[in-house]
């Protein structure tokens, strides 16, 4: 009798760790490394490492690359935004 609800249970937690992984969406930079893109590289991420600047959400690779680009944000959201829209053309 317990399994039914502990299987219910886990089912329910699965799919609340979809939808929270959804909600995550991409960021800013179509989910590309913030901190990647500030070195010129093109650093694809899962986006569960994030920082919120200014309102928007920017995604991160790792945890070092989050530390090392909130050294100097704006900074590195100015390089990051400049080698991401010479990408994009």
Do not use: W
């Amino acid at each position: 009798m317990t399994r039914v609800p502990f299987m219910s249970a886990l089912a329910a937690a699965l799919m609340l760790g979809a939808a929270g992984a959804a909600l995550a969406g991409t960021g800013e930079f179509d989910g590309l490394c913030a901190e990647g893109l500030a070195l010129g590289q093109q650093v694809k991420t899962d986006c569960s490492i994030t920082e919120t600047i200014d309102g928007k959400t920017y995604c991160f690779g790792n945890e070092t690359a989050r530390m090392l680009f909130m050294k100097h944000p704006e900074a590195n959201l100015a390089k990051a935004q400049e080698f991401y829209a010479s990408k994009k053309q």
